[in-house]
């Protein structure tokens, strides 16, 4: 079946520091790829998301770019604020049955900012 | 503010007992999706609704229903509650079921515990 795989957390980083958070995925077909980000005691809000290989998706200085041959999306960043620090999950999506099976997630890494 | 509305925002159950979640989604959207996010974990998909009828569901047991109305507010139903039915219930909605692409909007969910 499809699924994704995220590293584990809590990740902790001191602010301006450089991300990376790294996502592989398995799936049945070319999924769309999506990163989501959990701020504390709210629900999900779209980062990015890449709908095809070699796309990147970009938003508030975080990038990632969709790799078929590796299978992966990693998200960058390259200096990081306390503001930053929440929960990120990677997702797909797949065409099959138009989008209706739902997005598949992984666990979500924890990223911690430290001043 | 993504724009979609869920109630009640908290609530605690008794085990057996029977609940409905409600969802107010974006103005416009006319696909509706459920997911079930438990402590420390990411979303799993539930369901969705595309005009008023159900047209994908995740690995979830009858107990969990759901109905999409004229004006594409949804509801979802859990019967005979389980104590491992405590969870988030994340509500998204989008513009249309067709193509996994699409921009997928969540509201702030529904923390529901059962005892």
């Known amino acids: 079946g499809n699924s994704v795989t995220q590293m584990e957390g809590p990740v902790t980083l001191s602010e301006e520091a450089f991300l990376t958070i790294n996502c592989t995925y398995t799936?049945?077909?070319?999924?769309?790829l999506f990163w989501y980000v959990q701020y504390p005691g709210e629900g999900l809000q779209l980062l990015l998301k890449?709908?095809?290989?070699?796309d990147k998706g970009s938003n508030k200085g975080f990038e990632a770019t969709y790799r078929k041959e590796t299978t992966s999306f990693h998200l960058e960043k390259g200096s990081v604020q306390v503001s930053d620090s929440a929960v990120y999950f990677c997702a797909l999506s797949l065409p099959t049955g138009g989008g209706a099976d739902g997005l598949t997630f992984g666990k979500g890494t924890h990223l911690i900012i430290q001043p | 503010e993504t724009g979609v509305t869920q109630s009640p925002t908290h609530l605690i159950k008794t085990r057996g007992q029977q609940v409905t979640l409600r969802c107010s989604s974006q103005s416009g959207h006319n696909t509706v999706s459920w997911y079930q996010q438990a402590l420390g974990q990411g979303p799993q998909f539930i369901f969705q609704y595309y005009r008023e009828e159900e047209n994908g569901r995740g690995n979830f047991p009858p107990r969990f229903s759901g109905l999409q109305f004229p004006n594409y507010s949804s509801e979802l139903n859990v019967n005979a509650l389980e104590l491992d039915d405590s969870a988030l219930y994340l509500c998204a909605s989008s513009l249309d079921s067709r193509g996994s692409g699409n921009t997928i909007y969540f509201g702030e969910g529904s923390w529901l515990t059962v005892v």
């Open positions: 890449a709908t095809k290989a070699d």
């Open positions: 799936a049945t077909g070319y999924p769309s």
